[in-house]
């Protein structure tokens, strides 16, 4: 059964920055697509970025050049770098794992997201 669990998020100003972690059980991050998405009351959760086990990413027009979708293998680790936060960023970020080594952009698009966290409130004012 695989476990993911968010944490990092938090109440933060315009301007300022934060890191989300998402540290997953077994293999997951090392071995299959893995992404984040975001949603904010009222409205369908998004997909912000995605990474394929090849490297290549996908991101959201609304945040290219402000977050950054990284991992580490070894540590079963996914990570959400966000710089220059906005008020509209505030939301509910949740990971999300594939069974599957799909693109990166099929996984944003919310397709084979298969395992998903709690989630992790980033707030922005």
């Known amino acids: 059964h695989v476990q993911l669990v968010e944490s990092g998020g938090g109440s933060v100003q315009p301007g300022e920055s934060l890191t989300l972690s998402c540290t997953a059980s077994?293999?997951?991050?090392?071995?299959?697509?893995v992404a984040w998405f975001r949603q904010v009351p009222g409205k369908a959760r998004e997909g912000v970025a995605a990474?394929?086990?090849?490297?290549?990413?996908k991101y959201a027009d609304s945040v290219k050049d402000r977050f950054t979708i990284s991992k580490d293998n070894a540590q079963s680790t996914l990570y959400l770098q966000i710089n220059s936060l906005k008020s509209e960023d505030t939301g509910m970020y949740y990971c999300?794992?594939?069974?599957?080594?799909?693109?990166?952009?099929?996984?944003?698009?919310?397709?084979?997201?298969?395992?998903w966290g709690q989630g992790t409130q980033v707030t922005v004012s």
């Open positions: 990474i394929a086990i090849d490297g290549k990413s």
């Open positions: 077994g293999s997951i991050v090392g071995a299959n697509s």
């Open positions: 999300a794992g594939s069974r599957s080594q799909c693109p990166s952009q099929t996984l944003w698009a919310g397709a084979h997201a298969d395992y």
